[in-house]
Nanobody, 119 residues
Framework: QVQLVESGGGLAQPGGSLRLSCSAS????????IDWYRQAPGKQREVVAT???????NYADSVKGRFTVSRDNAKNTVYLQMNNLKPEDTAVYFC?????????????WGQGTQVTVSS
């Protein structure tokens, strides 16, 4: 069974940092493009960072210069380094990855990890 599992969320103070991880498991042949999304209470899910297989990154304007997405292909893991956190970064963060597995190629969602930024 293919799974994406996020971890690393928690409580941070404004100006602090957190690093989220998204690990894929279950007969993964290759991890292609990865997107990090977030959803704050009462708001729509929004994409905050994208990382292609070729290494191209894109960021939402609200996180540009503060968040960095990276990957470790050997571990089938993607990271989101979040620095200088702000209260408005509070949300559930999800990874969405295009994976090639023994079952074919498809996109998968993780279950989400809560990030709360508060003093």
């Amino acid at each position: 069974q293919v799974q994406l599992v996020e971890s690393g969320g928690g409580l941070a103070q404004p100006g602090g940092s957190l690093r989220l991880s998204c690990s894929a498991s279950g007969s993964i042949l290759r991890m292609y493009n990865i997107d990090w999304y977030r959803q704050a209470p009462g708001k729509q899910r929004e994409v905050v960072a994208t990382l292609t297989l070729g290494g191209t990154t894109n960021y939402a304007d609200s996180v540009k210069g503060r968040f960095t997405v990276s990957r470790d292909n050997a571990k089938n893991t993607v990271y989101l380094q979040m620095n200088n956190l702000k209260p408005e970064d509070t949300a559930v963060y999800f990874c969405n990855a295009e994976l090639a597995t023994i079952y074919g190629r498809s996109r998968y969602w993780g279950q989400g990890t809560q990030v709360t930024v508060s003093s």
